[in-house]
């Protein structure tokens, strides 16, 4: 059941972290004092939180701003013509309007978040109900804080809600004490939440964002680098995850289908729906859910027949395009590579297309709805955790602390088995059992990232936030062989928006190299 239907709080979703390209002087922001009353009001204010970060197509950070500005930066995407290349060439500066989204939508939704935390304890209502609320708020406000400090690094705390500019202009916090707030939040939410919805948080959810937290707090950019508790406290968290009841789906293309939402390999999504107005997902449109250039009329995804009804709605705008560098260094056997891009496809006049030569790489593939009613009308969920993620974060870390160890073994041959395979059948026996076969804790940690990269192909801007965690950045995205990158100091962090240091004084100096 889609959940974020008829959201209120317009009123007080605005986060003043966040103002841009302001006239006036602001004198204060509305306050929900008087809103929260009841439970009820509670489950409203709750999914005000969620709507921050999916709702109206390409104003969400998830929606839109994600894919695009963030996924954009790492290496197994680039963008398919003109402005969409600009992140990836790193062609930007701290005026630039994405930079600025990113800032401005999760400081709104942290703002939405703080809204909850703290009117939600003055209702009279059932303890463990409360406590249900605010650890799904403090889930979401963790993941935000999570997303803000491995782009931009230090940046304001801000824990309450702004109801006036008392309380907007912070001083920047360092890494440790951000990584604290996430650890603190999610530890609650962990404890805290009961429910088991689709589309909600819940303490499964907790324990796998936790795992991957810990993992990126020892990582080379954490505040823990290379502590190998923090390396345990990731293993045994992504060990409680695995021994609950998540489990990869037998065929990867049915993780992503949109007629298997909330699969048992889902461990938090954030849900959509093409039949409420704002509420659909422009996923498969970004990406091009079909093929838009070079197969005018075409829909690939459906045996090359000719599109039923507007082909518009089906094709996608390919602003986000598989790069040249995921397509050759995925093997072509591998089913992934099948799912995720057309690396290469046969038209119906028997001319082959491949991404060689072609400046606009791969279209991606991965999402689909044959039944989308617009742009803004997928019904493609979006999958922030999945349990093939928290098994690949298992093995790496367990690889860590006890090198080539046989449950880092099976853990990540969980995946590459699942990959080989179409409904539990070896169809190509590629990729191939590495069981045995690394000789040291250095080949299995390249592995392990070798294997992120054709797993999660696309998602989240997980490849992005991979090479970062590993110091990868240098080498990695300026090899490109499209586009070369010249890279420089401090590229691993974006700057901070111009808007914002003129606002506040607080945030200067800007970030190194910017």
Same mark, same amino acid.
């Given at each position: 059941?889609?959940?974020?239907?008829?959201?209120?709080? !317009?009123?007080?979703?605005?986060?003043?972290?966040?103002?841009?390209?302001?006239?006036?002087?602001?004198?204060?922001?509305?306050?929900?004092?008087?809103?929260?009353?009841?439970? !009820?009001?509670?489950?409203?204010?709750?999914?005000?939180?969620?709507?921050?970060?999916?709702?109206?197509?390409?104003?969400?950070?998830?929606?839109?701003?994600?894919?695009?500005?963030?996924?954009?930066?790492?290496?197994?995407?680039?963008?398919?013509?003109?402005?969409?290349?600009?992140?990836?060439?790193?062609?930007?500066?701290?005026?630039?309007e994405g930079v600025s989204n990113v800032w401005t939508q999760i400081y709104a939704s942290i703002n939405t978040a703080n809204s909850v935390i703290d009117n939600i304890p003055q209702i009279?209502?059932?303890?463990?109900?409360?406590?249900?609320?605010?650890?799904?708020?403090?889930?979401?406000?963790?993941?935000?804080?999570?997303?803000?400090?491995?782009?931009?690094?230090?940046?304001?705390l801000q824990l309450q809600e702004n109801i006036d500019l008392s309380n907007a202009f912070k001083d920047r916090a360092s890494i440790n004490e951000i990584y604290d707030v996430i650890v603190e939040d999610l530890v609650f939410a962990e404890a805290n939440i009961i429910q088991m919805a689709k589309g909600r948080a819940t303490a499964g959810a907790a324990k796998a964002l936790? !795992?991957?937290?810990?993992?990126?707090?020892?990582?080379?950019?954490?505040?823990?680098?290379g502590d190998m508790a923090y390396y345990t406290l990731a293993r045994d968290k992504a060990q409680e995850v695995m021994g609950m009841s998540y489990a990869l789906e037998s065929n990867y293309k049915d993780v992503f289908s949109v007629d298997n939402e909330g699969n048992g390999e889902v461990i938090f999504e954030l849900e959509f729906t093409r039949n409420i107005d704002g509420q659909g997902s422009r996923i498969p449109q970004l990406r091009g859910g079909a093929v838009l250039n070079n197969a005018v009329g075409w829909d690939i995804r459906n045996g090359g027949q000719p599109f039923a009804g507007s082909g518009f709605r089906n094709r996608g705008w390919g602003i986000m395009r598989g790069s040249h560098k995921w397509c050759d260094e995925t093997d072509s056997l591998d089913f992934r590579r099948e799912v995720c891009a057309l690396?290469?496809?046969?038209?119906?006049?028997?001319?082959?297309?491949t991404y060689v030569g072609d400046p606009l790489g791969a279209p991606i593939i991965k999402w689909f709805d044959s039944n989308a009613i617009g742009s803004d009308g997928h019904e493609n969920n979006?999958?922030?955790?999945?349990?093939?993620?928290?098994?690949?974060?298992?093995?790496?870390?367990?690889?860590?602390?006890?090198?080539?160890?046989?449950?880092?073994?099976? !853990?990540?041959?969980?995946?590459?088995?699942?990959?080989?395979?179409?409904d539990g059948i070896d169809v190509t026996g590629a990729p191939f059992d590495l069981t045995g076969t690394l000789a040291s804790?250095?080949?299995?940690?390249?592995?392990?990232?070798?294997?992120?990269?054709?797993?999660?192909?696309?998602?989240?801007?997980?490849?992005?936030?991979?090479?970062?965690?590993?110091?990868?950045?240098?080498?990695?995205?300026?090899?490109?062989?499209?586009?070369?990158?010249?890279?420089?100091?401090?590229?691993?962090?974006?700057?901070?928006?111009?808007?914002?240091?003129?606002?506040?004084?607080?945030?200067?100096?800007?970030?190194?190299g910017w």
């Open positions: 059941m889609k959940i974020l239907k008829n959201l209120i709080l !317009a009123t007080f979703m605005i986060s003043i972290s966040g103002c841009a390209d302001l006239d006036e002087e602001p004198f204060s922001v509305l306050s929900p004092s008087g809103f929260y009353r009841n439970a !009820a009001d509670a489950e409203v204010a709750l999914y005000g939180v969620y709507s921050t970060l999916q709702c109206c197509g390409g104003g969400s950070f998830y929606g839109q701003t994600l894919p695009i500005y963030v996924g954009g930066l790492g290496d197994d995407q680039i963008g398919g013509n003109g402005p969409w290349r600009v992140p990836g060439q790193f062609s930007f500066d701290p005026t630039y009279e209502m059932d303890e463990a109900e409360k406590n249900n609320i605010i650890g799904e708020a403090r889930f979401l406000r963790a993941l935000d804080y999570f997303n803000l400090v491995r782009l931009f690094g230090e940046v304001p936790l !795992a991957k937290v810990y993992l990126t707090m020892a990582g080379v950019e954490g505040p823990n680098a690396c290469e496809y046969e038209f119906t006049n028997g001319q082959i297309k979006m999958i922030l955790l999945r349990y093939a993620d928290i098994l690949l974060t298992y093995a790496e870390a367990e690889n860590e602390i006890n090198p080539l160890s046989a449950s880092a073994y099976a !853990a990540l041959e969980e995946v590459r088995l699942r990959a080989r395979n179409a804790k250095d080949e299995f940690r390249q592995a392990i990232i070798d294997e992120r990269f054709i797993e999660l192909a696309y998602e989240n801007a997980e490849r992005w936030f991979d090479l970062k965690r590993h110091g990868l950045v240098q080498q990695e995205v300026t090899e490109s062989n499209l586009v070369p990158v010249t890279y420089f100091s401090g590229m691993e962090y974006l700057p901070i928006p111009a808007t914002e240091l003129t606002l506040n004084e607080n945030l200067l100096p800007q970030n190194p």
